[in-house]
C-alpha cells in the first residue's frame, strides 16, 4: 500500500480548475507575497472533494479558480502581522485550517474566462463578503449560491463571513502540517502530481 501523502498537489491539469494563488504574488489585500512558491496543495480528503466540486461547476458551465489552499504556518503568520482581525484571519498561535490542508479559497469562472461577479474583491473584511448580504443585487447571490451548491454537494462546509472560504467539517481535528512534511510535498510536488490519484 503506497505511503499516503500528507498533501496532494493540485494543478490545472490534473484537477481541471484554474488556479491563481493570490498570496504567491503582490496581488492581495497585503500587497506583500506572502509564499514564493506557486504551487497549490490540499489534504487528500479536500482534494477528493475538489474533483467532485470541479465536476460539479462543469454542471453549470462553469470552472472552479483556486485563489489559495495549504498555507505554510509561516505564511499564517505573515498574513496575521499584517490584519490581525480574528474574523477573518486565523491566529497562527492557534492555526488555521488552511495550515491543515483542508481550506480552500476559490472562485467560479464563466465559459468567456471571467471570473463571476461575488459583490466583493476576495479577502474583503467587511460584511459585504457574508453569505446572503441583503445589500448585494441578485445576480451575486445567484453567483455565490452557484459557489456554495457545488461546494456543499462536493462535502464542504462554508465560513459565513466569507464566500470564497470552504473547508471540510471539523476542519479542526485534522492535524497542522508542520513545514518538514511540507517540504518533503513541496520537492515531491512536480513529479508527484501525475501519480497522486487518491487509491
Ligand atoms: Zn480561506
Same mark, same amino acid.
Given at each position: 500500500?503506497? @505511503?499516503?501523502?500528507?498533501?496532494?498537489?493540485?494543478?490545472?491539469?490534473?484537477?481541471?480548475? +484554474?488556479?491563481?494563488?493570490? %498570496? !504567491?504574488?503582490?496581488?492581495?489585500?497585503?500587497?506583500? @507575497?506572502?509564499?514564493?512558491?506557486?504551487?497549490?496543495?490540499?489534504?487528500?480528503?479536500?482534494?477528493?472533494?475538489?474533483?467532485? !466540486? /470541479?465536476?460539479? !461547476?462543469?454542471?453549470?458551465?462553469?470552472?472552479?479558480?483556486? &485563489?489559495?489552499?495549504?498555507?505554510?504556518?509561516?505564511?499564517?503568520?505573515?498574513? *496575521?502581522?499584517?490584519?490581525?482581525?480574528?474574523? %477573518?484571519?486565523?491566529?497562527? /498561535?492557534?492555526?488555521?485550517?488552511?495550515?491543515?490542508?483542508?481550506?480552500?479559497?476559490?472562485? &467560479?469562472?464563466?465559459?468567456?474566462?471571467?471570473? &463571476?461577479?461575488?459583490?466583493?474583491?476576495?479577502?474583503?473584511?467587511?460584511?459585504?463578503?457574508?453569505?446572503?448580504?441583503?445589500?448585494?443585487?441578485?445576480?451575486?447571490?445567484?453567483?455565490?449560491?452557484?459557489?456554495?451548491? @457545488?461546494?456543499?454537494?462536493?462535502?464542504?462546509?462554508?465560513?459565513?463571513?466569507? *464566500? *470564497?472560504? %470552504?473547508?471540510?467539517?471539523?476542519?479542526?481535528?485534522?492535524? +497542522?502540517?508542520?513545514?518538514?512534511?511540507?517540504?518533503?510535498?513541496?520537492?515531491?510536488?512536480?513529479?508527484?502530481?501525475?501519480?497522486? @490519484?487518491?487509491?
Amino acid at each position: 500500500m503506497p @505511503v499516503h501523502p500528507a498533501l496532494i498537489h493540485i494543478t490545472e491539469q490534473s484537477h481541471d480548475v +484554474l488556479i491563481e494563488l493570490i %498570496y !504567491a504574488t503582490e496581488n492581495n489585500f497585503t500587497g506583500q @507575497v506572502i509564499y514564493d512558491h506557486p504551487l497549490c496543495f490540499l489534504h487528500p480528503q479536500a482534494e477528493a472533494g475538489l474533483r467532485r !466540486a /470541479a465536476l460539479a !461547476a462543469r454542471g453549470f458551465g462553469l470552472r472552479l479558480k483556486i &485563489l489559495d489552499a495549504f498555507r505554510p504556518q509561516e505564511a499564517q503568520e505573515a498574513l *496575521w502581522a499584517v490584519a490581525p482581525n480574528p474574523d %477573518y484571519i486565523a491566529d497562527p /498561535a492557534k492555526g488555521s485550517n488552511h495550515t491543515r490542508g483542508v481550506a480552500v479559497d476559490l472562485t &467560479l469562472v464563466g465559459a468567456d474566462g471571467q471570473a &463571476l461577479d461575488m459583490g466583493t474583491p476576495v479577502d474583503t473584511m467587511t460584511v459585504a463578503s457574508h453569505h446572503f448580504h441583503a445589500a448585494h443585487p441578485a445576480q451575486i447571490q445567484v453567483n455565490r449560491m452557484l459557489l456554495l451548491t @457545488v461546494m456543499l454537494e462536493s462535502g464542504f462546509v462554508h465560513h459565513p463571513h466569507e *464566500w *470564497w472560504h %470552504y473547508q471540510l467539517p471539523q476542519a479542526g481535528q485534522f492535524a +497542522l502540517i508542520d513545514s518538514h512534511d511540507f517540504m518533503t510535498c513541496l520537492h515531491a510536488g512536480s513529479h508527484a502530481a501525475a501519480g497522486s @490519484v487518491a487509491p
